[in-house]
């Protein structure tokens, strides 16, 4: 099993609104991470967590939650978002965090809409 | 870290040879050289990495000159299907040890 699953595949949601994106992973992974992706750009790193921990907060704005519960999850709580998060939220694994020859597996995102 | 620069865009035929350059004149001696593609809307792919040595595997080509400052991802034989972005990244090696960065890559469109 080489998946990274992530639910839900969209997500519409108020700026009132709280909800959670998940990801999971069943290769043994320890590192797991979140990007954001804006149309016609390149993904862009918001959080690393390795052997659970956080280990990367690429200063995200504390209306995105991340929470790493064990080592195949991972969520990313959103609240009182903005229309300008509207974005594709990528989750990627790793088998460890601190190999110099590792491998990013993606999932296929969550397509986010802020209204 | 070091940074990477790629066209914004190249064509190529179906069934020729794609060749997509990268530089990464900053590169450091533990930093690897990997490769990903983004067919639209899906996450990202990975294709294959290497440190110096060329590599090869079911998907592509790598070639990275001898002095590390550039590379180059081949497709042998193109496909419709391989029409995506392709992000060649440098690997910066830090405390954390994980970032991955894309940089913009480069739009490869394979014509009929």
């Not at chain 1, 994106?21 to 991470?33: N, P, T």
């Not at chain 1, 009182?80 to 998060?85: F, H, R, S, T």
């Not at chain 2, 001696?29 to 639209?40: L, S």
């Amino acid at each position: 099993d080489t998946e990274v699953t992530q639910t839900p595949k969209h997500l519409v949601m108020g700026m009132t609104n709280k909800k959670s994106l998940k990801c999971e992973q069943h290769m043994g992974h320890r590192a797991m991470y979140w990007y954001k992706q804006k149309a016609k750009k390149p993904p862009e790193l918001m959080f690393v967590y390795s052997y659970e921990k956080l280990s990367i907060n690429e200063s995200v704005p504390s209306r995105f939650s991340p929470e790493c519960p064990n080592s195949s999850l991972l969520n990313l709580h959103l609240h009182a978002l903005q229309p300008e998060d509207s974005a594709l939220y990528l989750c990627a694994s790793s088998q460890d965090p601190y190999g110099l020859n590792e491998k990013l597996f993606f999932g296929s995102g969550t397509q986010l809409s802020v209204l | 870290d070091a940074k990477t620069t790629q066209p914004t865009s190249m064509d190529c035929a179906e069934g020729r040879a794609a060749n997509l350059p990268c530089n990464h004149s900053t590169i450091s001696g533990n930093e690897y050289v990997y490769w990903y593609r983004q067919i639209h809307s899906q996450g990202p792919q990975y294709i294959i990495h290497g440190l110096k040595n060329n590599e090869t595997n079911e998907m592509a080509s790598l070639i990275i000159t001898e002095d590390r400052k550039s590379s180059t991802l081949i497709l042998p034989h193109a496909t419709l299907r391989d029409t995506a972005v392709y992000y060649c990244i440098v690997r910066p090696w830090d405390n954390y040890g994980q970032n991955f960065v894309f940089g913009p890559g480069t739009r490869l469109s394979v014509l009929p």
